[in-house]
């Protein structure tokens, strides 16, 4: 019986080493193939290659029709700035600040402002306080925006690394 037990464990123990290297190696794959597309990218804007073809374009704006599938036709090109660095920061792992928003998307402050203020009333974004000093708010995805940002960037990448 004891011996059922201890192959039992191990056999668990295995699967759950197979399980993580499996994603592992999945995750691997899925940066490769970024890379590559990285690599693809900066060719073309560093002159490398010259040739944009127009299914190349025709992405592009089959990206930007996806983009009202996902969110409120309202996201204008600033609250898109806006939304994309924040996507980016919690990927990232880290807060962002309004004034920190502002710099990213290249916005005045008080167009990041304004953009963060419409974007928490839609139910996208949300200020985070800092529980240690209540004059700095971060500002993050709602997990509803988060799931929109995903989805969206998931659609719009597998028309073409030229997307974003």
Do not use: Q
């Not at 940066?31 to 374009?57: K, M, P, Q």
């Not at 409120?72 to 600040?97: H, M, Q």
């Not at 209540?134 to 988060?146: C, N, Q, S």
Request: aromatic share 4%; with cysteine; charged share 25%.
């Amino acid at each position: 019986m004891d011996g059922e037990i201890g192959e039992s464990e191990a056999l668990a123990r295995s699967a759950r080493v197979f399980d993580t290297a499996s994603r592992d190696l999945a995750e691997l794959v899925v940066r490769l193939e970024r890379l590559a597309d990285v690599v693809e990218l900066r060719e073309l804007t560093t002159g490398h290659r010259t040739e944009i073809t127009s299914f190349a374009v025709r992405s592009v704006v089959a990206a930007r029709h996806l983009r009202s599938e996902h969110f409120d036709a309202s996201v204008g090109g600033p609250g898109w700035s806006i939304l994309l660095e924040v996507f980016a920061a919690r990927l990232e792992g880290r807060r962002i600040s309004i004034s920190d928003l502002a710099a990213a998307a290249r916005l005045a402050s008080t167009t990041a402002h304004g953009c963060v203020h419409r974007l928490i009333d839609r139910g996208l974004l949300l200020r985070l306080d800092d529980p240690g000093n209540h004059r700095i708010v971060a500002i993050d995805l709602t997990e509803d925006g988060a799931d929109r940002m995903r989805a969206y960037l998931a659609a719009a990448f597998r028309l073409s690394p030229w997307v974003a």
